[in-house]
């Protein structure tokens, strides 16, 4: 017989597979008895070494791997700790120093699926064992894999142009990668712009945020795409192609020159969404004067002009003289390919009508804290003095409803964490412009958790001589030009009834409402409470389940500004560490098609998303760098003629003996 | 002993959303019964008839859980595939004389722990309630299926305690 005629095929008993059973401190083996699962698992025939410690992930228990793979030349080995997201990395890493595949690591994970879910020691431990069992049964059954090597697309894509996306998209083109930036609305600046002073230091947020405003226009690195949208994101890390909706703005920017002449000629007025309703604009207009791109615009579902029978005033050349009102500005599709995402869609407030025993929707004296903001603002409706909305007097008793729909059951459950800070920035703001004052907060508790704000708080509660009153409100409503305030003080046990010329409610804060809309086209997460959800809240707070998807800012959870700044340098760090590597690693898990089965039938072309198969010569073949690893194709195979990669059907079929015991 | 039975369930987790919802489960510290063991899967679109027939000949009942319909799928749209697989299989196994309760898909998210554990909990229940599973000589409860009545909602994995 000719032995170069028979493959070798490399059979389960060749192998020499090490386990490390893990206590993880008391996690594992308070529940899981590690030394049974050592002495059992010695007993399956591959397994050549078996030991329990401690801490595996830690530098003496790699070491221990490390000992275990040169003195028992382990051809591969087996973590039974915590769940393969946190660790699985780690020991592939201890592999490769020593010179086994990465894949010839694996891990049962009998802390978060076993020692933690369950309570009776002995159960546990037998499950233990047969998870443990089926870790073996699979890696001595893995391929030695190499990731696959692909090229990238050096460019960063950040939506979301509020403060979040605004320093992300600084930090990656202040390295010298190109940044396409993509805001929703008419400029960049998002609800930073908007307010007055920042807590806990005071200082002006325009005078913060502007020139990074200004930084962003003027950057040769980025390419700032207002009034856009995402409309769909296909492809991986590295090589995401992306598709964006940008809406006409009907003023060129590069012509407009600021006169303000089309405004002043313009005869529709509107609500301006900048100051919150609390002001009037046109339907041509700049949000802000330090708005960036540093133009007018026209909003077409107010402006009369977009029938030009009935207006276009604006764009008659004795108006506009530089030209830059064009009314035949065109919805334009852009399409970019990206290496790396950023999301920063930031927040919205809640709306205040789902609450309507406030009444903010009902009457005028009933604001939001962004209403208040805006008054407070010196480039604000009421010029740094805020005035009642009703009759422009200035209020000489205000009260602030702190956790409006937070912390509450019948709204949001969680902490919205910024209000209680900004409510007493309110009050120390508002009592240094009208000394005479009387404030009153009405809070559930103080949570002040920033660094220094508690002796922000203490400040305004003792220097300003803000009265705090600990309790819930349960009703506002306004009578004879006062609002009245029903609540209860739960430090003094007393029912509260008090009259004030204003009252300011602290909304809790949500995120964008086409957020849903946006994570799907993406393929990220949301949370139960809506905000998009991160890989891992210590060990992945910034990366998405989408690899080379990051998030900054209040998109992912209620924040604050220094900690949206610092997410979003992180999130811009974590985008650099892709963007500077010349090629990056695609899994290597990938189908496989095996020829002589394959009938050419054409149904796994039918079901890959990646359009990843091709038939080439009556055959399919795949495209690997396209493969993502689903194992549709598989599935789906009617001749068993693909495969994926280290998930084989013998593979699942000897780890579903091990799982119940016949292994 | 009816009370002494303790139903084996194998579950097939996806990667994404089923296994991270179990993780989940486990960060933070729900209790399920033990009796149920999981292979995670890359996708639930990756799950096929012949290893769910395999597991649930091994156990008495096979636990899929996957990513969200419509839009969660990590690869696009695995979850359908799965649901209209698992659909086919169930109204089969009917046919064979098979109670298809012993097929159970959800959809659970990374975020859902409650969900998985609740889930587990519950199905482990149906599972004892149904006795165990032997595919030649099958429970007396198995005999009771009409085999001609329709498939609930609830059976083929839809969205119908959301």
Known sequence: ???????????????????????????????????????????????????????????????????????????????????????????????????????????????????????????????????????????????????????????????????????????????????????????????????????????????????????????????????????????????????????????????????????????????????????????????????????????????LGMNPIACGKCAEPEICGPEAVNFDDQTEIIEEDVGVIVVATGYELYNPENIGEYGADKYPDVITSLQFERLLSPSGPAVGIPKRPSDEKIPKRIAFIHCVGSRDERHKPYCSHICCTYSAKHALLFKELVPDADIYSFYIDIRAVGKNYEDFIRRVQEEAGVHYVRGKVSRIYEQDGKVKIFGVDTLLNKRIEI????????????????????????????????????????????????????????????????????????????????????????????????????????????????????????????????????????????????????????????????????? | MRNEFEPRIIAFLCQWCGYQGADMAGTSRLKYPPSIVSIQVPCSGRIETKQILEALSKSDGVLIAGCHTPNDCHYVSGNFKCLKRVTLLKKFLRHMGVNPARIRLEWISATEGVKFARVVREFTDEVKELGPFDFNGKSSQETKIKQDSKLSLKEIGGKENE
């Open chain 1, 499 to 663: 009259e004030v010329d204003m009252a300011v409610l602290a909304l809790s804060m949500v995120p964008a409402h086409d957020i849903e809309d946006l994570a799907s086209k993406m393929r990220i997460q949301i949370d139960g409470s809506g905000f998009l959800q991160e890989l891992h809240p210590k060990l992945h707070p910034i990366e998405s389940a989408t690899s080379g998807i990051f998030l900054a800012g209040a998109a992912q959870s209620p924040k604050d500004i220094q900690d949206t700044v610092a997410q979003a340098s992180a999130a811009a760090s974590k985008a650099l560490g892709i963007l500077t590597q010349e090629k990056i690693s695609h899994i290597p898990t990938v189908a496989t098609v095996d020829t002589d089965l394959c009938s050419g039938c054409r149904l796994c072309i039918s079901v890959c998303p990646y359009r990843a198969i091709n038939l080439v010569d009556e055959k399919a073949q795949v495209e690997e760098v396209l493969c993502e690893g689903c194992g549709a194709c598989v599935s789906t195979c009617p001749s068993d003629a693909i495969s994926l990669r280290n998930h084989t059907d013998e593979q699942v079929s000897s780890m579903l003996k091990a799982l119940v015991g016949e292994i």
């Open chain 1, 1 to 303: 017989m000719a032995s170069t005629l028979t493959t070798h095929k490399k059979g389960p008993t060749k192998e020499k597979i090490g386990v490390f059973v893990c206590h993880c401190g008391r996690n594992i083996a308070t529940t899981v008895d590690t030394k049974r699962v050592v002495e059992e698992i010695l007993k399956h025939p591959a397994v050549v070494h078996a030991e329990d410690y401690d801490y595996v992930c830690s530098s003496p228990g790699q070491e221990l791997i490390e000992k275990a793979i040169k003195e028992k030349r382990l051809t591969g080995f087996i973590v039974a700790a915590c769940s393969p997201s946190l660790h699985e990395t780690t020991f592939r890493e201890v592999a490769k120093r020593k010179g086994l595949n990465p894949y010839k690591c694996e891990i049962a994970n009998i802390r978060e699926q076993d020692s933690w879910v369950h309570e009776d020691k002995e159960k546990a431990t037998e499950k233990a064992i047969k998870l443990t069992k089926s870790a073996v049964e699979k890696v001595i059954r893995n391929e030695e894999l190499e990731p696959i090597k692909v090229g990238l697309y050096k460019k960063a894509l950040v939506i979301g142009g509020g403060i979040a996306g605004i320093r992300a998209a600084l930090d990656i083109a202040d390295a010298g990668f190109p940044v396409v930036l993509v805001e929703k609305g008419p400029t960049i600046g998002g609800h930073m712009a908007k307010l007055a002073e920042t807590f806990p230091t005071l200082d002006c947020a325009s005078c913060i945020l502007t020139p990074l405003m200004s930084a962003v226009a003027h950057h040769p690195n980025i390419k700032l795409l207002t009034l856009s949208e995402i409309m769909d994101v296909e492809g991986y890390l590295g090589n995401f192609h992306v598709r964006i909706k940008k809406n006409p703005r009907y003023v060129d920017p590069e012509k407009c020159n600021l006169c303000n002449d089309c405004v002043d000629i313009c005869p529709v007025t509107v609500s301006s969404e900048f100051d919150e309703g609390l002001s009037l604009r046109k339907a041509i207009y700049i949000p802000f004067p330090q708005a960036v791109p540093s133009s007018y615009l026209i909003d077409p579902d107010t402006c």
